[in-house]
């Protein structure tokens, strides 16, 4: 069966923490991306990857990083966090570029005080 | 940004069949259209993808016209346990996938 996996369901920061969320998925998949979702702006594209090593910037890349070491796990990371970086952030990955379809983990609700 | 237009919301009653219509005025000759359905607290997750005509699995139907310019979900006799948000994007040309803000259907008993 296929999985993504986050490694936390709920966190809570302080503004200028360095923060780190991890996805890791179990299906050799090349594709990899990261979202955030805020109400009533559905999901944006922050990041993906599409290659171990490789990354593109989507929309909202601002204030954001990203690392993918490994083929199965691609990392965002909050230099600095801040309170408009409190949301849901949703980490997907599909088989490859095009049309293949993406699996999602069950999301990470991020707060930052 | 999205490329895709669709409702903000809809309301159904259970047993209904519902339809959502998303706009694709500048859908590429390559990209494929695929719809999504999420639940709260949960990620995104698949449900159908077509090209042209009409696409039926064992969950929805799609409808896509020869101009391509739209599509159409329909979901026969729906029931509470399909209120979710759906989105629609285009795939497969442009690479970055965009999902844009959904359509939020609720189903009343």
């Known amino acids: 069966d296929v999985k993504v996996t986050q490694s936390s369901r709920y966190l809570v920061k302080r503004t200028g923490e360095k923060v780190f969320l991890e996805c890791v998925q179990d299906?050799?998949?090349?594709?990899m991306f990261w979202y955030r979702q805020d109400p009533g702006l559905g999901l944006r594209l922050i990041y993906f990857?599409?290659?171990?090593?490789?990354?593109e910037k989507g929309d909202i890349p601002e204030g954001y990083s990203v690392s993918r070491e490994k083929k199965e796990r691609f990392s965002l990371i909050l230099e600095s966090a801040s309170t408009n970086q409190t949301s849901m952030y949703l980490c997907a990955s599909s088989l490859a570029r095009g049309l293949y379809e993406q699996y999602f983990g069950p999301g990470t609700r991020l707060t930052v005080t | 940004l999205a490329k895709t237009t669709q409702p903000i919301s809809m309301d159904s009653y259970e047993g209904q069949e519902v339809n959502i219509t998303c706009s694709h005025n500048n859908i590429a000759t390559n990209d494929y259209i695929t719809w999504y359905q999420q639940f709260p607290s949960q990620g995104p997750r698949f449900i159908i993808q077509?090209?042209?005509t009409k696409v039926t699995n064992e969950v929805a139907s799609l409808f896509i016209p020869a101009d391509r310019k739209s599509s159409t979900l329909s979901l026969p006799r729906v029931s509470l346990s399909d209120t979710a948000v759906y989105y629609c994007l285009e795939s497969g040309g442009s690479y970055i996938p965009t999902f844009g803000r959904g359509t939020s259907l609720i189903v009343h008993p």
């Open positions: 299906m050799d998949h090349e594709n």
């Open positions: 990857s599409y290659d171990v090593k490789m990354k």
């Open positions: 077509g090209y042209k």
